[in-house]
């Protein structure tokens, strides 16, 4: 093995070690296949209301850009499917990856111990993590890194445990061994695509961000308009409907992160206490919680627009 592979391994040791589900390397490099993509979804407004999406359009393609001298993605993904479920089955749902503590501080605490590792261990390295934080394109990374591929629903897929997990990414100024892509197991099969409830993804591979629940529910300020009534599929933050009937999430496997237990009040309230639910209840079911993103009052906005 030349140092170049020692430090690979190095780091996919670790990186199994803090917990995280699997590791792959790409070089740093321009987007190339994912530019004209990002550029038409854009020109076509798929992104709605969220403004932000159109800032650092370069950045977003070159993560050389970001950080200086950049010369590897390291790409993570990390586990947080549950077994538990919300017991009433009337009750407003929320996403899977939202039950526990906010994803952005468990994983970035973990991102920043693989970089102290790789300072101690390897060498003086610069570099910068990223979890959801800032323009990556996440999946683009983690597909080129040969973690999974890009399902026709626009989630990172793999085989072994298909797509519930979040994905993060170490930019840094190291040279490492590089990992290949694998091919699409999509197939003939079009069930995300004819489960949406809103018929979101709109082609293959293609989501209009501004048709998503998640989208609705989560990024959107304003009221949402009434046009939508009824096709929400009850569900209250987010939306799992493309990836619950992804014939690979059979394969998904619990999680083992403490953090991401949901407080118990939240499996157990009924679709009533989640119509009569007051501030004192939001703040402690969702205390750290990435919920507390849509505040007391998007969340008690999304649960009236479901229940009128
Ligand atoms: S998250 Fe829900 S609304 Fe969004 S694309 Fe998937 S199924 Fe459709
Ligand atoms: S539901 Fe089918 S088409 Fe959609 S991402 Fe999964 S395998 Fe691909």
């Known amino acids: 093995m030349n140092t170049k592979e020692t430090y690979t391994q190095m780091i996919k040791t670790e990186a199994k070690r803090l917990g995280f589900l699997s590791c792959g390397i790409s070089q740093a490099d321009f987007l190339e296949e994912e530019a004209p993509r990002l550029e038409k979804w854009l020109n076509e407004n798929r992104h709605g209301k969220m403004q932000y999406m159109e800032n650092h359009f370069e950045k977003r393609l070159d993560p050389r850009l970001l950080v200086d001298g ?12 549950p077994t538990a479920k919300q017991e009433d089955p009337e009750a407003p749902k929320i996403s899977k990856y939202a039950y526990g503590q906010d994803y952005h501080h468990v994983i970035k605490a973990k991102l920043k111990t693989l970089l ?32 999974g591929w ?31 892509p694998v091919t699409d197991h999509c197939g003939t099969c079009t069930a995300c695509i004819d489960a949406c409830p809103t018929e979101a993804i709109v082609a293959p591979y293609v989501v209009d961000g501004s048709k998503c629940i998640s989208y609705f529910t989560i990024e959107l300020k ?24 992804c014939p690979w999430n059979r394969f998904s496997k619990a999680h083992s992160e403490p953090l991401f237990d949901p407080h118990p009040e939240l499996l157990t309230m009924t679709k009533k206490d989640w119509e009569e ?19 007391f009052s998007g969340l008690t906005r999304n649960i009236s627009f479901l229940s009128d």
């Not at 950049?70 to 499917?81: E, P, W």
């Not at 300072?119 to 990374?141: C, H, M, Q, T, Y």
């Not at 949402?224 to 990836?243: A, E, T």
């Open 70 to 81: 950049a010369k590897s993605v390291v790409s993570l993904l990390y586990n947080y499917y």
């Open 116 to 147: 102290e590792f790789i300072n101690e261990e390897i060498g003086e390295v610069g570099g910068r993590a990223f979890v959801d934080s800032a323009p990556v394109l996440d999946k683009a990374w983690a597909k080129r890194s040969g973690l």
């Open 150 to 180: 890009i399902g026709k629903n626009s989630n990172l897929l793999t085989q072994k445990v298909g797509s519930f997990y979040f994905i993060a990414e170490l930019i840094i100024d190291l040279d490492l061994s590089y990992d290949t």
């Open 222 to 245: 304003d009221e949402i308009p009434l046009s939508n009534k009824g096709s929400f599929d009850n569900w209250m933050f987010g939306c799992d409907v493309c990836q619950d009937v």
């Open 277 to 295: 639910i007051t501030q004192e209840v939001f703040s402690k079911v969702f205390k750290k919680s990435a919920v507390k993103r849509t505040k």
